[in-house]
């Protein structure tokens, strides 16, 4: 019993989930060390915050993502 297309792409994009959580998270904290290293501070506020604003940033992605492919 072979799986319908629409299967496979709600699996597809179930797997890529992560992936694109990790990537943004990375981007959000490669940003937060650039902008440390760039504008030094005493306790590296930029990395702290761009890593909790990338956190959620991929969570609200992951939400919007699981309500489309729940339509």
Do not use: C, H
Not at 8 to 16: E, M, S, T
Not at 21 to 33: E, Q
Not at 57 to 70: A, C, F, G, I, T
Request: aromatic share 16%.
């Amino acid at each position: 019993m072979p799986e319908s297309p629409k299967n496979r792409n709600k699996w597809l994009a179930l797997v890529n989930i992560p992936v694109q959580m990790g990537v943004i998270i990375f981007l959000f904290t490669w940003l937060g060390k650039y902008l440390d290293e760039t504008y030094p501070n005493e306790k590296n506020w930029y990395v702290k915050v761009f890593v909790v604003l990338g956190v959620f940033v991929s969570l609200y992605n992951v939400n919007r993502q699981l309500k489309e492919l729940n339509k």
